[in-house]
């Protein structure tokens, strides 16, 4: 991303301080651009096998640092959101899914609060539309194996309401679990990894801008925007981890919603 900060000039217009946030393709295939988010996507991949693979290559009954880190990582994936939510005996087909959303999504959100890379891949809406598809065709094919076509009826119908009032309730069903559902899961992740990043990226714009003006005043409150931003800068970090979790928790709720439907 680049900030463009430029100061009035005499007999001049003033430009406001900004930035870009579409970056220039590393490479291009006729039509097809390789660009730096899809570089980190595939990045991420790797580390992630390495890490765990990495982990579990010794299996000691008293684990070292990494073994410990990547049980601890997956027990919290398998416990914590795949047990608890799903429960039964259920869950257990459903871990690799889980966990695989949980780091894929943590190691990409993470991107954005290390310095040279400072961009989270999902601070692009196509690769959180694309996770939403893939959890969207799971939850209702879970739901459809488990209840049959019967499945949609139980969605859209909830159980004790009154007849009279359905032609009410229905639609409203169908929009909120069919089309509201999915748009909210992808929306919610890209909309917090893009806001987080822009206002640190305008905090540090801001700070270029005030350096480069002329008086002391000014240039004394560029340190307050530092404060700011750093302070922006660890709440991002935080909302990259928390919505990790979310994401995860939210597919696990509907996968949940969906095998379980006959008890809703």
Do not use: C
């Given at each position: 991303m680049i900030a463009l900060t430029l100061p009035a000039q005499e007999g001049g217009?003033?430009?406001?301080?900004?930035?870009?946030?579409?970056?220039?393709?590393?490479?291009?295939?006729?039509?097809?651009?390789?660009?730096?988010?899809?570089?980190?996507?595939?990045?991420?991949?790797?580390?992630?096998?390495?890490?765990?693979?990495?982990?579990?290559?010794?299996?000691?009954?008293?684990?070292?640092?990494?073994?410990?880190?990547?049980?601890?990582?997956y027990n919290f994936v398998r416990n914590s959101v795949a047990k608890?939510?799903?429960?039964?005996?259920?869950?257990?087909?459903?871990?690799?899914?889980?966990?695989?959303?949980?780091?894929?999504?943590?190691?990409?959100?993470?991107?954005?609060?290390?310095?040279?890379?400072?961009?989270?891949?999902?601070?692009?809406?196509?690769?959180t539309y694309l996770l939403a598809i893939v959890v969207y065709v799971i939850w209702i094919s879970a739901g459809v194996r488990?209840?049959?076509?019967?499945?949609?009826?139980?969605?859209?119908?909830?159980?004790?309401?009154?007849?009279?009032?359905?032609?009410?309730?229905?639609?409203?069903?169908?929009?909120?679990?069919?089309?509201?559902?999915?748009?909210?899961?992808?929306?919610?992740l890209f909309a917090t990894m893009l806001s987080g990043h822009l206002i640190v990226l305008i905090a540090g714009s801001g700070i270029e801008f005030l350096l480069a003006q002329e008086g002391f005043l000014l240039k004394g409150t560029s340190l307050l925007v530092l404060i700011g931003a750093v302070a922006m800068y660890m709440l991002e970090a935080l909302i990259m981890v928390l919505q990790a979790y979310v994401f995860t928790l939210l597919t696990a709720i509907y996968i949940e919603g969906a095998i379980h439907a006959d008890s809703h």
């Open positions: 217009t003033f430009t406001p301080p900004g930035v870009s946030s579409h970056l220039p393709a590393i490479f291009s295939i006729g039509s097809f651009d390789f660009t730096k988010q899809m570089l980190l996507v595939l990045l991420s991949v790797v580390l992630i096998a390495w890490f765990f693979i990495a982990a579990g290559r010794k299996g000691q009954l008293v684990p070292g640092r990494l073994q410990f880190a990547g049980e601890m990582g608890d939510v799903i429960g039964g005996k259920d869950f257990v087909k459903y871990v690799p899914l889980l966990f695989t959303l949980f780091f894929f999504i943590l190691v990409n959100n993470i991107y954005g609060a290390i310095p040279i890379l400072q961009l989270p891949s999902f601070s692009h809406v196509g690769g488990r209840n049959g076509v019967k499945f949609f009826k139980m969605a859209v119908v909830p159980s004790g309401v009154p007849w009279p009032i359905l032609p009410l309730v229905v639609p409203i069903e169908i929009i909120s679990n069919f089309v509201v559902r999915p748009m909210t899961h992808s929306l919610r």
